[in-house]
């Protein structure tokens, strides 16, 4: 493991009660996210992956607790734009088009014009839409349109990608290949992902390591190292392996919420 | 009431009518006006949040795009009851060569000389039906991009 400076995420004793109903969301979690590593939260619904997640990304406060972002405050970080966010839906701006709702981090980072144009096609070949840029959202695939949102994410080179059950809403196949595309993405850019999911293949197939949550009050039931070998592939999903991580990952979550998981 | 009462204030007479005009259309478009300033998705404001956008950024980028929609459906209606406001403004007023004006004249003739007073019908009907295409142009041009749905 890495310093506590260098680490791209660093929790300790991070405890979320909303004030409203007095929900315990998050019980001490403390976790450590090296840099370039791709980090899966897994728990059933209303375990508060999500609300951890938002909590690394300064959306939401925690009660108690330290969250340091590359050794910074969350805050800190958000201000120094260090944060790609990406959620269930790809809200896109349906105003602007898919070349301008890539740009808009860009246009508040303050890039010129021209950079901002290299930048966007950049994003736009990597995410494969080349030939979309002037596309507005609703003429878009939902596949497409979360693309879309991936590049807006990514268009800044942002330290941490926080990404939301963002193929969530998608059917099987296209999520199987944005899967395979986010692996090729985050390969390309060495960016440090963290990723929350309610699929065990997806967190299995994606991660380098997953931390499964249990619900109420959410803590960190345990961290399952997934050693399959890079670049992963669409075979990766038939390796006897793949299927004992998964195995192993269902029991755990099994273990700690016996109702909530089938 | 406010016609007799800013009419004695000495301003030019088409005050008054404006002033009604414009008190007829003001609440509907300030009230949609603001729902439509409030009408972005949340989730859109926590990402220019993410982004370290200003308050002042999100209310140009996001705010107010988002609102464009209930703003022009608000001035559509906004724009044929503005001419429905200057009509009955005009009545109480003194202006003699207003529509309002010719339709109190037409009026007291209406047995001699019914056309006259079905062609200020005419005339005023117009005007709302320019006025409301005059907004659904201006909004053609604004909001090139919304989805059928949204407009």
Same mark, same amino acid.
């Given at each position: 493991?890495? $310093?506590?400076? /260098?680490?791209?995420?660093?929790?300790?004793?991070?405890?979320?009660?909303?004030?409203?109903?007095?929900?315990?969301?998050?019980?001490?979690?403390?976790?450590?996210?090296?840099?370039?590593?791709?980090?899966?939260?897994?728990?059933?619904?209303?375990?508060?992956?999500?609300?951890?997640?938002?909590?690394?990304?300064? !959306?939401?406060?925690?009660?108690?607790?330290?969250? !340091?972002?590359?050794?910074?405050?969350?805050?800190?970080?958000? !201000?120094?734009?260090?944060?790609?966010?990406?959620?269930?839906?790809?809200?896109?701006?349906?105003?602007?088009?898919?070349?301008?709702?890539?740009?808009?981090?860009?246009?508040?980072?303050?890039?010129?014009?021209?950079?901002?144009?290299?930048?966007?096609?950049?994003?736009?070949?990597?995410?494969?839409?080349?030939?979309?840029?002037?596309?507005?959202?609703?003429?878009?695939?939902?596949?497409?349109?979360?693309?879309?949102?991936?590049?807006?994410?990514?268009?800044?080179?942002?330290?941490?990608?926080?990404?939301?059950?963002?193929?969530?809403?998608?059917?099987?196949?296209?999520?199987?290949?944005?899967?395979?595309?986010?692996?090729?993405?985050?390969?390309?850019?060495?960016?440090?992902?963290?990723?929350?999911?309610?699929?065990? $293949?997806?967190?299995?197939?994606?991660?380098?390591?997953?931390?499964?949550?249990?619900?109420?009050?959410?803590?960190?039931?345990?961290?399952?190292?997934?050693?399959?070998?890079?670049?992963? $592939?669409?075979?990766?999903?038939?390796?006897?392996?793949?299927?004992?991580?998964?195995?192993?990952?269902?029991?755990?979550?099994?273990?700690?919420? /016996?109702?909530?998981?089938? | 009431?406010?016609?007799?009462?800013?009419?004695?204030?000495?301003?030019?007479?088409?005050?008054?009518?404006?002033?009604?005009?414009?008190?007829?259309?003001?609440?509907?478009?300030?009230?949609?006006?603001?729902?439509?300033?409030?009408?972005?998705?949340?989730?859109?404001?926590?990402?220019?949040? #993410?982004?370290?956008? #200003?308050?002042? %950024?999100?209310?140009?980028?996001?705010?107010?795009?988002?609102?464009?929609?209930?703003?022009?459906?608000?001035?559509?209606?906004?724009?044929?009851?503005?001419?429905?406001?200057?009509?009955?403004?005009?009545?109480?007023?003194?202006?003699?060569?207003?529509?309002?004006?010719?339709?109190?004249?037409?009026?007291?003739?209406?047995?001699?000389?019914?056309?006259?007073?079905?062609?200020?019908?005419?005339?005023?009907?117009?005007?709302?039906?320019?006025?409301?295409?005059?907004?659904?142009?201006? %909004?053609?041009?604004?909001?090139?991009?919304?989805?059928?749905?949204?407009?």
């Amino acid at each position: 493991m890495s $310093t506590e400076a /260098a680490a791209a995420v660093s929790l300790a004793g991070v405890t979320k009660i909303f004030e409203r109903g007095q929900t315990h969301a998050l019980d001490e979690i403390d976790l450590e996210i090296a840099p370039g590593e791709l980090v899966s939260l897994i728990g059933p619904s209303g375990c508060g992956k999500s609300t951890l997640l938002r909590i690394i990304g300064d !959306l939401v406060e925690p009660t108690r607790g330290t969250v !340091l972002v590359g050794g910074k405050s969350a805050h800190q970080a958000r !201000l120094d734009r260090d944060y790609g966010m990406v959620f269930q839906e790809a809200v896109l701006y349906d105003w602007r088009t898919v070349a301008k709702n890539i740009a808009l981090p860009l246009e508040l980072a303050g890039w010129d014009r021209s950079r901002r144009t290299d930048r966007v096609k950049e994003m736009v070949e990597l995410v494969e839409l080349a030939g979309f840029e002037g596309h507005h959202p609703w003429q878009l695939s939902g596949g497409m349109q979360m693309r879309v949102a991936i590049a807006r994410a990514l268009s800044f080179d942002p330290k941490l990608l926080l990404m939301d059950e963002p193929f969530g809403a998608l059917d099987e196949m296209t999520r199987e290949r944005l899967n395979l595309e986010l692996l090729r993405i985050w390969e390309a850019s060495r960016s440090t992902v963290v990723f929350v999911t309610h699929s065990i $293949t997806e967190a299995v197939f994606l991660s380098t390591r997953v931390v499964v949550m249990s619900p109420r009050p959410g803590r960190v039931a345990g961290v399952v190292e997934i050693d399959l070998p890079h670049p992963r $592939t669409a075979d990766t999903r038939e390796e006897p392996r793949y299927f004992e991580l998964a195995t192993q990952l269902r029991e755990l979550l099994r273990g700690r919420t /016996a109702e909530a998981v089938h | 009431m406010v016609v007799i009462w800013l009419g004695g204030k000495g301003l030019p007479v088409w005050v008054p009518v404006a002033v009604i005009a414009a008190y007829l259309t003001f609440f509907p478009v300030a009230i949609n006006t603001l729902r439509g300033l409030d009408s972005a998705q949340p989730r859109a404001l926590e990402l220019m949040r #993410s982004y370290a956008a #200003s308050p002042w %950024e999100t209310l140009w980028k996001v705010k107010l795009p988002a609102s464009l929609p209930y703003v022009f459906s608000a001035l559509k209606v906004a724009a044929t009851a503005s001419v429905v406001g200057a009509i009955i403004g005009e009545l109480p007023s003194s202006i003699q060569d207003g529509l309002g004006g010719a339709i109190l004249n037409f009026n007291q003739y209406y047995s001699i000389d019914p056309a006259a007073l079905w062609a200020t019908n005419i005339v005023a009907a117009t005007l709302g039906i320019a006025f409301f295409l005059a907004v659904v142009l201006v %909004e053609k041009l604004v909001v090139r991009a919304a989805p059928e749905h949204v407009a």
